[in-house]
């Protein structure tokens, strides 16, 4: 069974920069597709990024030049490096693991507030 456990959220001003870890284990990385995911109070939860196997990436209009999002298959880890963060990226941000055919995996989550 896959397990995603995501790290590196907290409270960071307007401007500021986070860099959220997600380690993946229970079945081959390599493999799967990997996105960030983002659902704020009272919204649908949307996705952020993606990156495919080979290194495919997609990233939200409302991220793209602040938000970089990158795997490590060593690791088992993906990451999302947010810079330039506004209040409106305030969320709680879920990793995902998804590949053909099969049901999605879904980390438990971790908060990004921005604020003053």
């Known amino acids: 069974q896959v397990q995603l456990v995501e790290s590196g959220g907290g409270l960071v001003q307007p401007g500021g920069s986070l860099r959220l870890s997600c380690v993946f284990s229970?079945?081959?990385?390599?493999?799967?597709?990997m996105g960030w995911y983002r659902q704020a109070p009272g919204k649908q939860r949307e996705l952020v990024a993606s990156?495919?196997?080979?290194?495919?990436?997609n990233y939200a209009d409302s991220v793209k030049g602040r938000c970089t999002i990158s795997r490590d298959n060593a690791k088992n880890t993906v990451y999302l490096q947010m810079n330039n963060l506004k209040p409106e990226d305030t969320a709680v941000y879920y990793c995902n693991a998804r590949r053909a055919y099969y049901p999605p995996f879904w980390g438990q989550g971790t908060q990004v507030t921005v604020s003053t």
């Open positions: 990156i495919t196997n080979d290194g495919t990436t």
């Open positions: 229970g079945s081959i990385f390599s493999i799967y597709t």
